[in-house]
């Protein structure tokens, strides 16, 4: 209960204010707006950059802190939802405690305070996972778990929200430093190659799988290696980091006790006009019809949670083949940030195909949920 006392000890007003600006209008930017915008990172544009995020953040936070208040089935009460809850008030009342923003002083000021705001919030993807553990062990075992849409939709809200309030904030932080890589601006890099993150992430798949089983299927990648676009390296690193992670399992468990060798995991980067798409395939025996939508939800996963409740959150840093389950819903919503999407199709009995579409255009404003 020491969590639910923290939060009421949050005066009367803080609360009121919390409200207030959660009813405010939110403001999206695009892709191409924020590589415009951040390739000169001047003094002034840096000013007018951070006077935006001390009205915007926010909003956007105090909405996120109304919404785990009200959470259906009682998530609002368990010990982990109430600490993120305290996680978003504590940053919204950094924000507004903060005075106006009138010179680039006050300005490296904010940037300082709301870096340490990033660093607070690092670890409210596995607490809310947590959460979610401490609802479905206090629930009736009959109850479908996938039925429980207000959660999922809450859950797709509240992460996708998330992304944005990360990529924000880091955006302004990183337009600081000093002499930037060519093509990099901020967290975009204007030249970023498919080709390269996919290896990178595979790589880094096929490490974690040899480590857990002792051997990993090969990975084959198809695409031209010279082509660019801008994107977000590290949001491509992580959505096909997470998909080559689950077609190696899938491969690896099907094949470990068979005499075959085991197939390669085949990537294929398409350049088209509007969308670059990247698909993932294995044969790794597919997943039946009726259990493709849960692979979407976040109540669902065929591994154990990693996350233990004795467990002091973000200790262990290794990362398991399995995970807890949300890496892919999370990777479909940071696709769909940028205006793309992910799509995964099945055959049982012989493998899976996920097709991650990415906007070549880049107009798309954030959604806003």
Same mark, same amino acid.
């Given at each position: 209960? &020491? ?10 007003? *803080?609360?009121?204010? %919390? ?33 935006? *995020?001390?009205?915007?953040? !926010? ?5 996120? &802190? ?7 089935? /009682? ?49 409210? %993807? ?25 959660? #999922? ?18 955006? #302004? ?7 930037? !890589? !060519?093509? %990099? ?30 051997? &990993?299927? @090969? ?19 992580? +959505?096909?980091?997470? *998909? ?11 094949? +470990? ?7 390669? %995991? ?7 006009? @509007? ?49 807890? /389950?949300? $890496? ?6 940071? &696709? ?5 999407? *992910?799509?995964?199709?099945? +055959?049982? $009995? ?6 991650? #579409?990415?906007?070549?255009? /880049?107009?798309?404003?954030? !959604?806003?949920?």
């Amino acid at each position: 209960m &020491a969590a639910k006392k923290a939060y009421e000890s949050f005066s009367k007003s *803080l609360i009121e204010d %919390v409200h207030k600006w959660g009813c405010m209008k939110q403001t999206g930017v695009s892709l191409r707006y924020m590589m415009e915008f951040g390739s000169d990172p001047s003094d002034r544009n840096l000013l007018l950059s951070g006077q935006f *995020l001390h009205k915007e953040l !926010p909003i956007r936070i105090a909405r996120r &802190a109304i919404e785990l208040g009200t959470l259906p089935y /009682g998530l609002s009460e368990k010990p982990a939802v109430l600490k993120v809850r305290d996680w978003y008030i504590d940053s919204f009342r950094d924000m507004r405690n903060f005075p106006e923003i009138k010179d680039i002083n006050d300005e490296k000021e904010f940037t300082q305070m709301i870096k340490a705001i990033k660093v607070r919030h690092n670890n409210v %993807v596995p607490t809310m996972a947590l959460g979610v553990q401490q609802l479905k062990k206090g629930m009736d075992p009959k109850i479908v778990y996938e039925d429980l849409d207000e959660i #999922h939709q809450f859950l797709d809200r509240f992460y996708m929200s998330r992304i944005g309030i990360r990529m924000l904030i880091g955006q #302004h932080v990183e337009l600081h430093k000093p002499n930037p !890589p !060519p093509y %990099v601006v901020g967290y975009i890099h204007t030249k970023m190659s498919p080709v390269e993150v996919a290896q990178n992430a595979s790589e880094s798949a096929r490490a974690i799988c040899l480590r857990e089983y002792g051997s &990993a299927p @090969e990975i084959v990648i198809y695409g031209d290696p010279s082509f660019t676009f801008p994107y977000v390296p590290t949001h491509l690193q992580l +959505m096909v980091f997470e *998909l080559v992670k689950n077609s190696l399992r899938a491969v690896q468990e099907r094949f +470990m006790d068979s005499d075959k060798v085991a197939p390669p %995991v085949r990537i294929v980067v398409a350049e088209g006009i @509007e969308d670059v798409t990247i698909k993932i395939s294995d044969e790794g025996g597919g997943i039946p019809r009726k259990g493709l939508p849960k692979i979407f939800t976040y109540l669902y996963s065929t591994a154990k949670n990693p996350l233990d409740e004795y467990q002091d959150l973000g200790t262990d840093d290794r990362i398991t083949m399995a995970g807890f /389950g949300y $890496g892919i819903p999370i990777s479909r919503l940071y &696709a769909q940030y940028f205006g793309g999407d *992910l799509q995964v199709i099945s +055959m049982e $009995g012989y493998g899976t195909d996920a097709y991650l #579409h990415l906007s070549r255009l /880049g107009d798309s404003k954030e !959604p806003l949920p």
